[in-house]
């Protein structure tokens, strides 16, 4: 009697052995993070190439800075494409994460907004500013006004400074910290605000035409390819790094985006 349920066992055996041995549906398919502007915009540029190659990049767009580093380390996407070295290092170091740079890709100029004034000199005494409020970018918005002199920092070097850093407020400025992405919203309450390029895009602000303040051509915040060190070297994240640098890539933003975002490669 014991026979039927050993022969039964044992196919069952070779059938799941057999399973494991076939190629996963997924093993060509590569899932990365991204903002909508511009960031999965210029990945959907490289999806016909890189399905040439037999890489299907699935791109899923999320709306904060926290959640595409998250589900990155966790695993459950297999990289992220928004965000610059000082926020990847400041993210890491708070969260005990180990996520690493993959390739570098676009620097996007960040910008200081108002809807009620059209210069900077025009900005009053004690006007309500916003800023986003993640350490990185905190610090950029501050470093920014620094360097307009609306602020005086201890150490205009610092790539993380905070409020608690301004050694001199001249025209009072009265700061709120909030989300990144929260900021191009505060546009109609507030007497300047300032916001990463991503968010200014998707709110039809364009930092070349529309910021009273922007940060230099030469500026070091490049946005990067981001993955994990089980997978940075997989050849088809090398692949996908191939394509983001490629001329056709470069011709594509310096086209689309006319200045507001540059190519970093």
Same mark, same amino acid.
């Given at each position: 009697?014991?026979?039927?349920?050993?022969?039964?066992?044992?196919?069952?055996?070779?059938?799941?052995?057999?399973?494991?041995?076939?190629?996963?549906?997924?093993?060509?398919? /590569?899932?990365?993070?991204?903002?909508?502007?511009?960031?999965?915009?210029?990945?959907?540029?490289?999806?016909?190439?890189?399905?040439?190659?037999?890489?299907?990049?699935?791109?899923?767009?999320?709306?904060?800075?926290?959640?595409?580093?998250?589900?990155?380390?966790?695993?459950?996407?297999?990289?992220?494409?928004?965000?610059?070295?000082?926020?990847?290092?400041?993210?890491?170091?708070?969260?005990?994460?180990?996520?690493?740079?993959?390739?570098?890709?676009?620097?996007?100029?960040?910008?200081?907004?108002?809807?009620?004034?059209?210069?900077?000199?025009?900005?009053?005494?004690?006007?309500?500013?916003?800023?986003?409020?993640?350490?990185?970018?905190?610090?950029?918005?501050?470093?920014?006004?620094?360097?307009?002199?609306?602020?005086?920092?201890?150490?205009?070097?610092?790539? /993380?400074?905070?409020?608690?850093?301004?050694?001199?407020?001249?025209?009072? /400025?009265?700061?709120?910290?909030?989300?990144?992405?929260?900021?191009?919203?505060?546009?109609?309450?507030?007497?300047?605000?300032?916001?990463?390029?991503?968010?200014? /895009?998707?709110?039809?602000?364009?930092?070349?035409?529309?910021?009273?303040?922007?940060?230099?051509?030469?500026?070091?915040?490049?946005?990067?390819?981001?993955?994990?060190?089980?997978?940075?070297?997989?050849?088809?994240?090398?692949?996908?790094?191939?394509?983001?640098?490629?001329?056709?890539?470069?011709?594509?933003?310096?086209?689309?985006?006319?200045?507001?975002?540059?190519?970093?490669?």
């Amino acid at each position: 009697m014991k026979l039927p349920f050993v022969a039964l066992a044992t196919a069952l055996t070779l059938f799941l052995l057999a399973g494991c041995s076939a190629p996963k549906e997924d093993d060509h398919t /590569l899932t990365v993070a991204a903002t909508a502007v511009p960031h999965a915009e210029i990945l959907k540029q490289i999806q016909p190439v890189l399905a040439k190659e037999g890489v299907n990049l699935q791109i899923k767009v999320f709306a904060d800075y926290v959640q595409p580093n998250t589900q990155v380390a966790e695993k459950n996407i297999d990289l992220n494409y928004f965000q610059t070295k000082p926020y990847l290092d400041a993210f890491n170091r708070e969260r005990g994460t180990h996520l690493v740079i993959v390739t570098g890709v676009h620097i996007e100029p960040f910008g200081a907004y108002s809807r009620k004034y059209k210069s900077i000199d025009q900005l009053p005494d004690g006007a309500s500013v916003t800023i986003p409020n993640d350490p990185s970018n905190n610090s950029r918005a501050l470093l920014l006004l620094a360097r307009h002199g609306l602020i005086t920092l201890k150490d205009p070097t610092n790539e /993380l400074s905070t409020l608690k850093d301004i050694t001199v407020n001249p025209k009072h /400025l009265k700061f709120r910290e909030l989300e990144a992405a929260m900021l191009p919203r505060t546009l109609d309450e507030v007497d300047l605000a300032l916001i990463n390029t991503n968010y200014a /895009l998707a709110a039809g602000l364009n930092p070349t035409r529309d910021a009273l303040l922007i940060e230099d051509k030469d500026s070091p915040y490049v946005n990067y390819l981001v993955g994990r060190p089980d997978n940075q070297n997989d050849p088809r994240v090398q692949k996908l790094a191939k394509a983001l640098n490629s001329p056709e890539v470069k011709a594509f933003i310096e086209q689309k985006y006319q200045g507001a975002v540059l190519p970093a490669f």
